[in-house]
């Protein structure tokens, strides 16, 4: 039996495939577009490749549960004869998993779970992001020293750090990315 109880059972049911199926399929595409870019970024800007992702999810599962052709035609939301992808739910359960969402095909299937997981997705990066400055002894020195300053030094601070950083951007010749205060 597999992790939901729902082996053969695929996306659509027994039923024929019905209009929404199309739009179903390009919401599909669009989650495992979205994890594949997350993953890319936590990578350096390494894409992983479909048989990579096929082997990890594969291994996870403990047997073949999908292959990379299967995944392919998935993210781009159209089978290799033109027709609408149509996965099991299973497929999508162990596809999740593989970019570490437990209950993966909620995440595929439902947007209010796909809204949620995401949310905790960005959470997780910026967690991630303040683990590697909190990793950089001089940042953790600033943080102690800006401790117990006021709200007006803090700000104060805080444009002086965005400032700097905007200098040495300039003075590097790369490109200004925009800040949280360019909005």
């Not at 199926?21 to 919401?27: D, E, I, K, L």
């Not at 048989?51 to 990890?56: D, V």
């Not at 102690?144 to 300053?149: E, T, V």
Request: with cysteine; charged share 30%.
């Amino acid at each position: 039996m597999d992790p939901i109880g729902s082996e053969a059972r695929d996306v659509r049911g027994d039923e024929p495939e019905s209009p929404s199926a199309p739009s179903r399929s390009a919401a599909i595409a669009d989650r495992i577009d979205a994890l594949i870019a997350r993953e890319t970024a936590r990578a350096g800007g390494r894409t992983p490749t479909y048989r990579e992702l096929a082997e990890r999810t594969n291994r996870l599962a403990g047997r073949d549960v999908i292959s990379k052709d299967t995944i392919r035609n998935l993210h781009h939301g159209v089978t290799q004869k033109g027709q609408t992808p149509n996965p099991t739910v299973e497929t999508l359960d162990w596809l999740g998993r593989c970019f570490g969402i437990q209950q993966g095909a909620s995440y595929f299937l439902d947007d209010a779970r796909t809204g949620a997981v995401d949310e905790q997705l960005d959470r997780l990066e910026k967690l991630g992001e303040l683990r590697q400055a909190l990793g950089n002894a001089e940042v953790v020195n600033l943080v102690q020293r800006a401790s117990g300053l006021s709200d007006g030094s803090l700000h104060m601070l805080l444009a002086l750090a965005d400032r700097l950083k905007d200098l040495e951007e300039e003075a590097s010749g790369r490109p200004k990315p925009p800040s949280s205060s360019d909005q």
